[in-house]
């Protein structure tokens, strides 16, 4: 069997073996490629429709965390804008101007005159009396003077602007008195004689304000007012007590104004701050179905806000959330005179639905924007006019006449005032510094008993400058002011009476 032709033979038929097993593998092995490249095909394929079905369901998250974050936003609006406000406003040693560390009082003691530009539409009417307190902690006890007949209130806001209380002359009279404020959560006794007002929030600002003629004597009465009314906590009640300096925090900006400071947070910041404000500060039992909707996006009353926990999707949502909310808010003025929130009546726009709003949080927000501090309708409403009507501004160069018809002056309890500003909502210097008209200049009549107003540049001549309102010569802006608006008719507040436009003389 080893005959060298017998070896080629093997080696020819192993050869031919070899070959036809080689055939098989490549078959086999094409066979395998070809079910891999289907196999990869079909997984690609299932792994873009994964990734599709991936896409819209993150987009869907997105556009939903957007929609809730928008209405977060505003709902949280007056809650951020009232603790920059206050940051701002306490952020100081001691009482010096517009501010006062927290507990402790700012007295105004004159009205601003045309050079004042620390805040817009300033009045000429009352003197403030303001101050911040945390009653998350104990309760502070406030007192206040005999007033002596004259008007006065205190409203008191919580850190939502609503206003919960208002002890003054239409509520609760001008004799002394002394009131706690309390928080919350709080239960305990109090002293005897004390009247308890419980503010829904640890944050709480006393925005008092007291009538003034604006005459150096008057000025001195009021001032004699303001000094005597005082604060204490209530574990310093009955005790010498000297409130401590205030801390200056230098990281808080003390120049740009509040609004701008509010606006320019990012979502994450500006939801944190909700998150935490809302520690101290609660929603009220109405917002139950608002509170539900922050908790889709991590907000919980009582708990942290960290944004880096959140779904890509959400926080993408969110992040879109603060300019378009912005937009809503500040459009609101004019799709809620479409709703009736806003009233436009001969040229004047008001509302008759600020100081408490409830549930309604685009106008909460609006008027927090606009109107920081705004009262109860109760106490007082602000009519604002750009001009005679939607089209027209008043221009500076044309004279124009306001006109009551005899028994239509404003009706009041309190007081009322027309103010003249500029375009930028300032007061307008004036040869006779002269600011306002009201019920407290001695307005001449007309022989059929109406009353004019001029309102214009150059003065109206000496026998009507006391019913003469300065205007500068370009763009101005009119505010009335109507404190203690009667409710039973003529009045403001049910529309039974109508205020006069401003029309140009002829």
């Known amino acids: 069997m080893n005959h060298p032709m017998l070896r080629l033979f093997a080696a020819a038929a192993a050869s031919v073996a070899l070959l036809a097993a080689c055939g098989k593998q490549e078959t086999e092995d094409a066979a395998k490629k070809a079910e891999q490249v289907a196999t990869d095909a079909k997984a690609k394929t299932e792994a873009d429709a994964k990734a599709a079905a991936a896409a819209v369901k993150d987009a869907a998250k997105e556009a939903e965390a957007f929609a809730l974050a928008t209405e977060a936003y505003v709902y949280g609006y007056p809650l951020v804008t009232m603790e920059m406000t206050r ?10 101007g517009t501010r006062a560390p927290m507990g402790q009082f700012v007295r105004m003691r004159e009205y601003p005159t045309a050079q004042y530009r620390d805040v817009t539409a300033p009045n000429a009417d009352t003197l403030y009396t303001t101050a911040w307190f945390d009653v998350s902690k104990e309760p502070w006890i406030v007192s206040v003077p005999d007033m002596k007949g004259r008007y006065f209130l205190l409203p008191m806001l919580d850190g939502w602007t609503d206003v919960f209380q208002v002890p ?10 002394t009131l706690a404020i309390t928080g919350p959560g709080w239960r305990g006794e109090l002293p005897k004689g004390v009247t308890e007002y419980k503010s829904p929030t640890g944050m709480v600002w006393l925005l008092g304000r007291i009538y003034s003629t604006g005459t150096p004597q008057d000025y001195n009465e009021v001032h004699a007012l303001q000094d005597k009314i005082s604060a204490v906590p209530l574990s310093s009640w009955g005790k010498p007590y000297a409130p401590e300096p205030g801390k200056v925090d230098a990281s808080i900006d003390m120049k740009t104004a509040v609004r701008e400071q509010v606006n320019a947070l990012d979502a994450a910041a500006y939801f944190k701050l909700v998150a935490e404000l809302m520690k101290t500060n609660p929603p009220n039992a109405d917002d139950a179905p608002m509170v539900a909707k922050l908790a889709k996006i991590g907000i919980v009353p009582g708990q942290d806000f960290d944004a880096s926990k959140l779904e890509p999707a959400v926080s993408k949502g969110l992040a879109r959330a603060p300019k378009p909310a912005q937009e809503q808010i500040m459009a609101w003025l004019k799709e809620g005179i479409a709703a009736g929130d806003f009233k436009l009546e001969n040229g004047w726009a008001f509302s008759t639905k600020v100081g408490t709003c409830g549930t309604h949080y685009l106008q909460r927000a609006l008027i927090t924007a606009i109107g920081l501090g705004a009262n109860r309708p109760q106490d007082a409403v602000y009519p604002t006019s750009t001009g005679p009507d939607l089209v027209k501004k008043y221009d500076g160069s044309k004279k124009y006449v306001m006109r009551f018809e005899k028994g239509q002056l404003p009706p009041v309890d309190g007081f009322w005032s027309l103010t003249m500003y500029d375009k930028d909502y300032f007061f307008v210097d004036n040869p006779l510094n002269r600011y306002t008209l009201s019920q407290r200049n001695k307005l001449k009549a007309n ?33 009335m002011r109507l404190y203690w608006p009667k409710e039973k008719p003529p009045s403001i507040l049910d529309g039974s009476w109508k205020i006069p436009q401003v029309k140009e003389a002829s």
């Open 87 to 96: 940051r701002v406003m306490t952020n100081v040693e001691k009482p010096e």
């Open 168 to 177: 003054g002359k239409r509520t609760t009279g001008t004799k002394a008195q």
């Open 447 to 479: 022989p059929d008993g109406s009353v004019d107003l001029y309102i214009q540049a150059e003065s109206p001549g000496k026998d009507k400058e006391s019913n003469w309102l300065p205007a500068p010569k370009d763009e101005f802006i009119l505010m």
